[in-house]
């Protein structure tokens, strides 16, 4: 099966004890969620829980052995409450997220996530639902292409990108990933250093199809709200729009004292109230970057929900 990035670093933080339940909220492969069961021993429950259909069937033919103990449900981790409920679990002791695309969908042409081989420019992570990613960049003005690319792609060349993409709509639709990535590489003049043109692009454009950042806000407030106290929640994120997410979130439930004008502090955080576990992200080894060179942006945040309904003076 394969091993997903900081897969060790994620059971050991996360303390995964006999008999426990945890949820793993992206499971792609199923890496994180044998380890899990692995670790709970006969007595644990894991919720494994995936947006791709293709990514769910494999799961339950991975798990069919482990049905009693291993729930599979098709869905967004930001639903993770609900489905938690629908599979008779009210609280949990993990919570795993694995953020981004798998390599499997990477590695599929026909999912169009990557400019490494042309394929349908679709990139939805539920290709059952929503509209397609040219689907989606035929019905944007050119503002607001930059914006998308701006934000959620952090492009340098935002706006000049948005010009070449609408100019290249007005001749002809943009249906490919070669496409698309063409015009990326006519904008920066062809390829240079070792960052594609089309990446940035491919990212922003990703993001939006899938409202990843929305889900992921959505799902962290979830997660923690899932966790028993003394429970853990662990995230992994590949970009700093999603690292950013992940460090606000879990420091507005760490919460902080503030002092008052007139004297004295009050407490100041949402609730239910964390602990920050790593107050710096986690980062792969060396050994493990020279397996997988794909683990090098990857950053692994935890943190432990806290008993009770916050500090007071």
Known sequence: MHQPVLLNEVIDLLQVREGGAYVDGTAGCGGHTAALLERA?????VLAIDRDPASVERLRSSFSRAESRCMVAHGNFAGMRSIAHRNGIERVDGIVLDLGVSSE???????????????PLDMRMDPSSGQNAAEMLGRLSEGEIARVLREFGEEPRA????RAIIAALAK????????LAGIAESVY????????????????LRILVNRELASLSAGLEAGIELLRPGGRI???????????????????????????PEGGRKWIGKQPEIERITRKPVRPGESELSRNPRARSARLRVAERKAGNGKKE
Do not use: Y
């Open 159 to 162: 706006r000049r990108m948005a």
């Open 234 to 260: 662990a995230v992994i994120a590949f970009h700093s729009l999603e690292d950013r997410i992940v460090k606000r979130c879990f420091a507005e439930h760490a919460g902080r004292w503030e002092s008052l």
């Open 189 to 204: 003049g062809g390829r240079r250093g070792r960052t594609h043109p089309a990446t940035r692009v491919f990212q922003a």
């Open 172 to 179: 002809n639709p943009i249906e490919t990933t070669c496409q």
């Open 41 to 45: 021993g006969p007595n644990g429950r």
């Open 105 to 119: 969908q990477l590695d599929n042409p026909g999912r169009g996530f990557s400019f490494m081989a042309d394929g």
